[in-house]
């Protein structure tokens, strides 16, 4: 599986931004997918995470209600709809898929990551 990430970009506090994650492989669609970022002088971090089924989602705390996570298995995307930005939502951001089932929050449970797309927020 080969991951894509886009739609970052340079955005005000409070606007809204939307990532894209394309994947290559007939298998996608099995696969839960997470997005995790990664900030300057700090560790990779669990945003957020869909199941192969696009059902039951879950949330880090600090984007929770402000960020969601979906997916198009007919187009092998997931996407991430940021509302509500802020300051310290800027970081590298990284769709990731796991081979195993289930909502993965720790970035040893992922088997393929994407190349990261920047997202910066300006107060």
């Known amino acids: 599986v080969q991951l894509q990430a886009s739609g970052g970009g340079l955005v005000q506090a409070g606007g809204s931004l939307r990532l894209s994650c394309a994947a290559s492989?007939?298998?996608?669609?099995?696969?839960?997918m997470g997005w995790f970022r990664q900030a300057p002088g700090k560790e990779r971090e669990f945003v957020a995470v869909i199941p192969w089924s696009g059902g039951s989602t879950y949330y880090a705390d600090s984007v929770k209600g402000r960020f969601t996570i979906s997916r198009d298995n007919a187009k092998n995307t997931v996407y991430l709809q940021m509302n509500s930005l802020k300051p310290e939502d800027t970081a590298v951001y990284y769709c990731a898929a796991s081979t195993q089932l289930g909502l993965h929050t720790l970035t040893r449970e992922y088997d393929y990551w994407g190349q990261g797309t920047q997202v910066t927020v300006s107060s």
């Open positions: 492989g007939r298998t996608f669609s099995t696969y839960p």
